[in-house]
């Protein structure tokens, strides 16, 4: 089993940064990959990022140049840098993984982003 603990989220204007953590309860390097979905109100749960064991990752289209997804295996702790916020940004993220075919979530951080 994975325990995904998130933090970081918070109120920003727009324009401005943010920084979520997501810290896991075991080592993540044995974890294929993991990943920063987020969830609008009435929206369906959309995958943001995704980080993998090989250190590649990729991005939603609509936060390409604007968001980093990192990792720290010694921390065993994904990253997700926010910069340029804009207010369709707002939602609560959640961190993502899998193991042994069964996905694991945090319980979600908020974010909200002001015009």
């Known amino acids: 089993q994975v325990q995904l603990v998130e933090s970081g989220g918070g109120l920003v204007q727009a324009g401005g940064s943010l920084m979520l953590s997501c810290e896991a309860s075991?080592?993540?390097?044995?974890?294929?990959?993991m990943a920063w979905y987020r969830q609008a109100p009435g929206k369906q749960r959309e995958l943001v990022s995704t980080?993998?064991?090989?250190?590649?990752?990729n991005y939603d289209d609509s936060v390409k140049g604007r968001f980093t997804i990192s990792r720290d295996n010694a921390k065993n702790t994904v990253y997700l840098q926010m910069n340029s916020l804009k207010p369709e940004d707002t939602a609560v993220y959640y961190c993502?993984?899998?193991?042994?075919?069964?996905?694991?979530w945090g319980q979600g951080t908020q974010v909200t982003v002001s015009s």
């Open positions: 993502n993984t899998a193991l042994d075919w069964v996905d694991y």
């Open positions: 075991r080592s993540i390097f044995s974890l294929n990959h």
């Open positions: 980080i993998f064991n090989s250190g590649s990752s």
